[in-house]
């Protein structure tokens, strides 16, 4: 989706017996606080039921139970050298030892989000799009700091200006084939500006009409009015608009404010998409939408770039905290789907100490109270990328 397109609307792997069973029911079931390696994880589950991952992001775990490697690169301030934060065993999490060690004194900010899958569609800071004629900046590498299965690390804290791409990606779906997405993001972490995505977008970094995107999106942003309550919503980011459901407007998308959000949508190019969400601590997904894609979205043209934090065209304006996300080859099916939802919440995500961000004074947003000694904020609302200055939330 792009900030000019909104002017236009306003008027208008093989697996267990065990784990089989478990994704005909929708049910996997896992301990937190133990090794993931024991158990399928959503990469596994989704190829199982025949769609594989073709792009699996996260800075916080494995998503492949076999997965032993780099989640993510991050470079410190102090000297600019680079390291790898890789996980901690096969299928386990991210080891936020190394980050903590290797940033110690200084800041750091993450350059390089790696994919786990074969496809090695990894995530750079995105260059000048259409929109935004100007690079993006890394994220902040400590500014969140989570919990998961018992395990500190840290997830991509997206403000303002911040933003990862790739324009050459391998098996991710072009034209009108089928696709899935989800993300783990933050319900309360968000605002109305164009746009906090994830998923395929256009290469050449500009909008290029209808259906020449395909990402999942969280946002208090209400494209097609009228939407139920003050959101945030799980919408579908086909270009030239955000989808609740339907044709645009879909009142039964009810939105989740949760902590924790997972964040679905999926489409197979022709004829249907669905809308999907649920809490990712917790419980099920909830299906909002699920049904004929709107009047000149059929057939899709995607394009198969990778977006992550931003529109197509580098509307960099969203906020969010990014946790994992993947894109399969193929529909998924609705068990994998609750079979994958199940694994996220027990996997147990859950927020840990203070958040930290960068801050820089001409970019802020004018709230009362605020400043940039670092320590003396009462509040600041989407700030980007200061030099080495940050704020504390405690």
């Known amino acids: 989706m792009t900030i000019r397109s909104r002017l236009r609307y306003l008027r208008k792997p093989l697996i267990s017996a065990a784990t089989t069973i478990a994704l005909a029911t929708g049910i996997l079931f896992a301990t937190v606080g133990t090794s993931q390696a024991a158990t399928s994880l959503p990469c596994d589950i989704y190829a199982a039921a025949g769609t594989p991952c073709v792009a699996a992001h996260s800075t916080t775990r494995a998503l492949y139970a076999a997965y032993n490697g780099p989640l993510y690169q991050v470079k410190r301030a102090s000297d600019g050298t680079t390291t ?3 996980t901690l065993t096969a299928g386990g999490y991210a080891n936020a030892a190394t980050q903590n060690s290797f940033c110690s004194g200084t800041t750091c900010t993450i350059t390089e989000i790696y994919d786990q899958s074969s496809e090695h569609n990894n995530l750079t800071i995105e260059g000048p799009g259409g929109a935004v004629n100007k690079a993006d900046v890394g994220a902040n590498a400590n500014a969140l700091p989570v919990t998961v299965g018992g395990h500190q690390v840290y997830g991509l804290y997206v403000a303002s200006g911040v933003g990862y791409r790739d324009d050459s990606t391998k098996g991710v779906a072009t034209g009108a084939d089928p696709q899935g997405a989800y993300m783990v993001a933050s319900g309360t972490h968000v605002n109305g500006n164009c746009c906090f995505d994830y998923g395929n977008a256009e290469t050449d970094n500009d909008a290029n009409g209808d259906g020449h995107m395909d990402a999942v999106n969280l946002s208090t942003e209400c494209w097609f009015s009228p939407c139920s309550g003050s959101g945030p919503w799980v919408q579908a ?26 964040a679905l949508v999926k489409n197979n190019g022709t004829n249907t ?9 917790s419980g099920g997904l909830t299906t909002w939408y699920d049904g004929a894609l709107p009047s000149g979205y059929d057939p899709m043209h995607k394009e198969g770039a990778i977006v992550l934090g931003t529109g197509g065209d580098n509307s960099d304006g969203g906020i969010g905290s990014f946790f994992e996300g993947v894109m399969t080859a193929g529909y998924p099916t609705d068990a994998a789907d609750n079979a994958v939802q199940a694994n996220i919440g027990a996997a147990g995500y859950t927020y840990s100490g203070s958040e930290v961000h960068a801050v820089g004074a001409s970019q802020c947003l004018d709230v009362p109270g605020a400043t940039t000694t670092e320590g003396t904020q009462l509040q600041i609302w989407d700030c980007n990328g200061g ?8």
């Open 84 to 86: 790898n934060i890789d």
């Open 237 to 262: 980011d086909m270009e030239n608009g955000l989808f609740a459901g339907g044709t645009g407007s879909d009142t039964n998308n009810k939105g989740n404010s949760s902590a924790f959000v997972t």
């Open 273 to 281: 998409y669905a809308v999907k969400g649920g809490n990712s601590q």
């Open 387 to 394: 030099s080495n200055q940050q704020w504390t939330l405690n």
